[in-house]
């Protein structure tokens, strides 16, 4: 059938019909706002945007109570009279940013409508975008503007926001007491939160990252979800289904009331979670409130309950005669809480005396209002003294289950649990039913320096893996002391950290310690016949302790160490210096590096040998760091290339078993795993890693890391089994320390001071020209250690003989060795020279004396009997 018109008119259609609308909007405002500001042209133009669609109130209802509380004679205020306008512009977005800004804009454009004070009362995303476009010119930064609802750092940070007052507390401190109630008074082991996929929830989210080390104590927070504002039952399902993954029974909601709804309806669908699950929502949520009933003595239990800040209820406000037409009929708890900080809002101003282009004024007022004490802390100039409480139908801001106080930011908060037995009785505990695995690793691909900047470590991790740097395992000590969180390490293999026991009681790790690294470079140096080394080291207490145990290792197998080098960093000009250095004065070409560095320094050492040509005359036995390096770049095969027969040490994989874990790994059953890895790793600040590092499959150099993971699963199934609470992260430890697995890197065995007790080495040289070869194993279990399986290749010498431990001429040793000590040289050529004319004397009397003898003994010279006896040394008889 044709089409009676055309779609090319219809849309002209639309678009007219859109402007006009638009129009009558704008001069609707227009007069509107003319007519506000006309009614009275003395005192200041004060404007009210707001969206009444989430309330009962209306622009007539909000009005009537703002006009009471300016004409009651009873009230405590003196200046708002004289220094507004009797009536303020009220301004209902619906919750339009749009709408909003429009509304902003035309109020700009008219003189008589020109604001001097806005109060916000809207989301943090109408806002946020609402004060930045007031502060684009000069014109409209100077209007003082007052949040009465939103709190986020981005509109109440005074460093970018000078002219912004906030009289709600800070979406950070909301979090801070929600963690440390239901963590005390709930008895709460074990959350989840709920986010609003909006600015409010991106800024309660980011206060859950630096609260959650502020707070006194906290629960595990072992799921997050974003909610949208608009999403189909499917999407809610997945919310909730995520939420309960980890088997939490509390969850935070952070969410509009309409969110909440919806939450609380796919929980109530959702087998596992129905009658089990409890809400806790916010401010945001208030108006659920009256569907919170409970009877402590029936059956009936709320669903939820509601954490928020101090405000007057709906039947006070009445009660107080703000309503006198209404009675309050239009008023509902998230209008009352509205309205309890617009009110607020105005007697800061009074109590700073009208002066509203004094900010210290404003900052400094103290009063008591309708949302308990307000005062503003004198640093980050926030709401302080502030109470929050946790509240259902029954248990009102009047009577509340739990109140929560913050006097100041410097101390800790106060906590009162009115009747804990009716608490409890409504809310139910939720225990910590899964380990929560914290991740700590350096920013880089091979995993060879301490992180940048040290990642938060939660107080709710029930055990930290990493970091994987001896100087950042210091670092986080104190933290894991404080909160007794077990630390499996799988790349710090100093023996210190284990040796003192009292310093470090939570640390363990799946590596073996340096000792076992040592002997295995010892005794492939004696293998090859190489007499003679030299060590390069970090100039910090790890590399020298590191290079005295390598150094001691050598003189038990009388190897002579030749020099010891202790680099400041791994920058390449340090590395340059120290090479000429050896090429200058030593002798031996075998060099053992365990400086520590970083990826960019790994690869640069690498290529160093392009400037420095003769470093590809030494053999270099590579610590594992650059070994990784090489292994993890892109380019590693080229890179190893540069320094022929290098030597690397590294954890030995069977060949089955790296593949088998490969092809789980990167099978199609793994996918959202791999997803949801990639995830975690970016979330957790590991995002560069995951965008330069290659994960695509997993590498022997990661192996014992691999262990470690097998470890973490070993010691939770065997805790679980025997039903250990993992609420307190230290039971964990025993079973840590009790584990003896052999599942990927050989026997993983961990002993009760947390060290691996053996160790299985890989062994690989850079060929002349090609990869990397494997050429034997080191295992601490086998007799001998040390088996070569690989003989015939060729060195960097291009010759298949094992090459000298030195390139150097006799010419060369001997000028070094004289050079080196000119003094000690001519002292001991005199001393050889003396000793060989002591010798020649001596020889020479024993001559002379059996010439004597023999010429008595043949009668050629006429001597007595008593003569000869004396030249042959006879004493006579007494």
């Not at 650059?626 to 993890?632: E, F, R, S, T, V």
């Not at 001991?828 to 002591?838: E, M, P, Q, R």
Request: charged share 15%.
């Amino acid at each position: 059938m044709p089409a009676l018109t055309s779609a090319k008119p219809r849309r002209s259609a639309v678009v007219l019909l859109a402007t006009a609308a638009f129009v009558m909007l704008v001069c609707l405002l227009t007069c509107s706002a003319s007519g506000a500001a006309t009614g009275n042209s003395s005192g200041l133009v004060w404007v009210i945007l707001t969206d009444l669609s989430r309330t009962t109130l209306t622009e007539v209802s909000l009005s009537e109570a703002i006009t009471a509380f300016l004409t009651n004679t009873s009230a405590t205020h003196q200046y708002l009279n004289t220094l507004f306008r009797p009536a303020p512009i009220i301004l209902d977005t619906g919750g339009n940013l749009l709408t909003a800004l429009t509304q902003i804009t035309v109020l700009l454009s008219n003189p008589l409508t020109f604001p001097s004070v806005l109060f916000l009362a809207e989301t943090a995303d109408v806002s946020a975008s609402v004060v930045d476009m007031l502060r684009q010119n000069d014109t409209t930064s100077d209007i003082l503007i007052i949040s009465a609802h939103s709190s986020n750092t981005r509109l109440c940070d005074p460093k970018t926001n000078l002219r912004t007052m906030c009289m709600v507390p800070r979406d950070m401190i909301n979090v801070r007491g929600l963690l440390e109630v239901v963590s005390n008074q709930l008895n709460w082991y074990s959350m989840s939160l709920a986010l609003s996929n909006d600015d409010y929830g991106d800024g309660v989210a980011q206060a859950v990252t630096s609260e959650g080390q502020t707070a006194s104590t906290t629960a595990t927070i072992v799921a997050h979800a974003f909610m949208n504002g608009a999403a189909s039952t499917t999407d809610d399902d997945a919310v909730v289904a995520s939420l309960i993954k980890y088997r939490a029974r509390g969850v935070g909601c952070f969410l509009r009331e309409a969110e909440t709804r919806r939450l609380h309806a796919a929980v109530e669908r959702n087998r596992r979670a129905a009658n089990s699950v409890f809400l806790i929502a916010s401010r945001e949520s208030l108006n659920v409130l009256p569907d919170l009933t409970s009877d402590v003595n029936g059956t009936a239990k709320p669903w939820g309950a509601i954490f928020v800040s101090a405000y007057t209820p709906p039947a006070e406000l009445v009660s107080q005669g703000f309503f006198p037409t209404t009675h309050g009929t239009a008023v509902d708890e998230y209008g009352a809480f509205v309205l309890s900080h617009l009110l607020d809002g105005l007697l800061m101003l009074d109590a700073a005396k009208g002066a509203i282009d004094n900010m210290s004024a404003l900052r400094a007022a103290r009063f008591r209002g309708y949302t308990g004490n307000v005062a503003f802390d004198s640093i980050y100039y926030q709401r302080v003294e502030t109470v929050f409480s946790l509240i259902t139908a029954s248990h009102t801001v009047r009577n509340p289950l739990v109140t929560w106080t913050l006097k100041n930011y410097s101390s800790d908060a106060a906590q009162v649990n009115a009747n804990p037995n009716v608490t409890s009785a409504l809310i139910k505990t939720s225990p910590l039913r899964t380990a929560k695995i914290c991740m700590a690793s350096p920013s880089n691909c091979a995993g060879v320096m301490g992180l940048a900047s040290l990642i938060p470590i939660a107080r709710s991790c029930t055990v930290l893996t990493g970091p994987g740097s001896d100087a950042v395992v210091m670092a986080v000590t104190p933290v894991v002391n404080e909160f007794h969180i077990p630390q499996l390490d799988y790349a710090v293999s100093n023996d210190y950290f284990t040796d003192n026991v009292h310093t470090y009681p939570y640390f363990s790790r799946s590596l073996p310690k340096n000792t076992f690294a040592d002997v295995a470079v010892t005794q492939l140096c004696v293998h090859y016949g190489w007499e003679r080394v030299i060590i390069i080291t970090s100039n910090d207490q790890f590399g020298i302790s590191r290079a005295q145990s390598m150094a001691t290792r050598m003189q038990q197998q009388n190897l002579y160490v030749e020099a010891t080098y202790y680099l400041s960093d791994g920058n390449n000009a340090t590395v340059a210096d120290c090479m000429e250095k050896i090429y200058a004065k030593l002798v031996s070409r075998i060099i053992i590096l365990i400086n520590p560095f970083t990826a960019a320094q790994a690869e640069t050492f690498f290529r160093l040998s392009d400037y420095l040509t003769y470093m590809r005359q030494y053999i270099f036995f590579m610590d594992s760091a650059l070994c990784h390096a090489a292994a993890a770049s892109a380019n590693g095969d080229a890179l190893r290339q540069k320094l022929p027969s290098s030597i690397c040490i590294y954890p030995n994989v069977t060949q089955t078993r790296l593949e088998a874990l490969n092809t789980l790994y990167t099978s199609s059953d793994y996918a959202t795993t791999r997803q949801e890895m990639r995830k975690l790793m970016s979330d957790g600040g590991f995002l560069s890693s995951v965008e330069s590092c290659d994960i695509s499959s997993i590498s022997p150099y990661a192996g014992f890391a691999v262990d470690a993971g097998y470890v973490l699963i070993d010691s939770v199934s065997r805790a679980v089994a025997e039903n250990v609470s993992l609420n307190v992260a230290a039971h964990l430890l025993p079973y840590i320390r009790s584990t003896s697995i052999d599942n990927f890197a050989g026997d993983c065995t961990i002993d009760s001071t947390g060290n691996r007790l053996y160790a299985a080495y890989s062994i690989n040289i850079q060929l002349l020209n090609g990869s990397s070869l494997f050429i034997g194993t080191w295992n601490s279990k086998a007799s001998p250690a040390l088996e070569i399986t690989e003989w015939s290749f060729v060195w960097l010498t291009n010759s298949t003989a094992v090459p000298l431990d030195t390139f150097r001429d006799a010419s060369f040793v001997l000028s070094t060795a004289f050079s080196a000590s000119p003094g000690a040289i001519v002292i001991s050529i005199l001393g050889f020279i003396l000793t060989i004319a002591v010798f020649y004397f001596c020889y020479r009397h024993y001559r002379m004396q059996k010439l004597v003898e023999q010429a008595l003994e043949a009668n050629q010279f006429p001597v007595t009997d008593e003569e000869l006896r004396c030249l042959r040394g006879i004493k006579d008889d007494v």
